[in-house]
């Protein structure tokens, strides 16, 4: 009986929902990027509505971050963790309310890991090859290319990556991790935001050579020493 209820439980869903308004006027804050992000299903990312509403679904999962972002606003409560009892999946509907506070400028006041984003219900990362715009698996060189290098890049989806008055690339490192846990460092290359997707930013980064034979790794980015979840990429 018992592990009846723990199979059902395991194909049920938890769905995040709340408003997200502003700490001095009360009102709603549009267009907030709400993103869950799950130990076993990856991430999901709700956007508020003009009242500031926000829902967003994830699949089965021991340990959910919540965060908010939006360029010019800090929020209240930074993150939130959600930890299940007994190994059970978290399910239901969860009620979580955010503050916001408005600057009149981007400005960096407390450093928080990026976040990168995967696929639906899967620790795959969300990625695409940068000139062919192919899905993985990657080859490590790929022809299409112009110029004489031929190595392969990837545009890296993330959320809350952006750079800071004087601040440069050299802020930013990607690394990979094999089965074996060698660890392998990406070239960062350019960080620029999604064109009409403000709260999204996408970060291309190059393969390197000695990721021969290897067939999947994992890979995290990290700035202002703060490291993002790990996404799965397949190789060739």
Not at 30 to 44: E, I, K, M, P
Not at 109 to 125: C, G, H, K, W, Y
Not at 179 to 198: F, G, I, M
Request: charged share 15%.
């Amino acid at each position: 009986m018992l592990l009846g209820a723990a199979v059902c439980a395991s194909a049920q869903s938890v769905t995040f929902t709340g408003r997200v308004t502003d700490q001095s006027t009360g009102q709603g804050i549009a267009d907030v990027a709400v993103v869950a992000l799950g130990n076993q299903s990856g991430t999901r990312v709700a956007v508020t509505d003009a009242q500031g509403n926000y829902s967003v679904t994830l699949g089965a999962n021991t340990d959910v971050f919540l965060r908010a972002y939006k360029s010019t606003y800090i929020f209240n409560p930074l993150s939130s963790e959600f930890v299940s009892f007994g190994g059970f999946p978290i399910v239901g509907t969860i009620t979580r309310n955010l503050t916001g506070t408005s600057f009149p400028f981007s400005i960096l006041l407390v450093a928080l890991p990026p976040i990168l984003l995967t696929e639906d219900n899967s620790l795959n990362a969300l990625t695409v090859d940068d000139v062919t715009h192919t899905r993985d698996p990657f080859p490590l060189t790929n022809d299409n290319y112009f110029g004489s290098d031929k190595r392969t890049r990837l545009t890296l989806l993330l959320v809350d990556l952006e750079l800071f008055s004087g601040e440069t690339l050299s802020i930013i490192t990607a690394q990979a991790v094999d089965a074996q846990s060698k660890t392998y460092s990406l070239a960062v290359e350019d960080l620029r935001k999604v064109p009409n997707v403000p709260w999204l930013s996408q970060l291309t980064v190059r393969l390197p050579s000695e990721l021969v034979d290897v067939t999947s790794v994992t890979i995290t980015v990290s700035a202002r020493g703060q490291v993002s979840n790990g996404a799965k990429v397949k190789l060739k």
